[in-house]
């Protein structure tokens, strides 16, 4: 686990380890973070990205370049573009997650199953 002195909610741990994560295309540090569509359990699909509620945890580590080219496209075809699976993105914010809070991450078999686990363990760990 990344030491991170003087973070202690989960969200500040979590954007602490995005910032010094190397771009998920091409490796280059000193990222942004981009929003990626969200979860929505209550439509059983994605949507747009969101800042707000467990929205903001929905972000992945893009140098500027990639981030300026996500926005530009949309964020379906920089997946296609880039990604072997559209999964990809989804696992790396689980695993990133999991590994904070020192648990195991969830097998990530299907869109629905990897989202709902990310919205539950924010949810259950945002105070810590």
Known sequence: MLEQEGTTTIRER??????????LV??????????????SGK????????????????????????????????????SSKYFQSSLEPYRWIAQTLASLLDILPPECDSMEV???????EVVAHEDL
């Open 114 to 120: 990897c989202c709902e686990w990310i919205n539950e």
């Open 43 to 78: 439509l059983r699909r994605l949507i747009r990205p969101s800042h707000k509620g467990v929205g903001w945890f929905y972000a992945i580590p893009l140098c500027r370049e990639h981030h300026l080219e996500q926005h530009r496209i949309g964020y379906e075809k920089f």
């Open 26 to 39: 091409c490796g280059r540090p000193g990222v942004d973070m981009a929003h990626i569509p969200r979860w």
């Open 14 to 23: 979590f954007l602490h380890q995005l910032k010094h994560t190397p771009c």
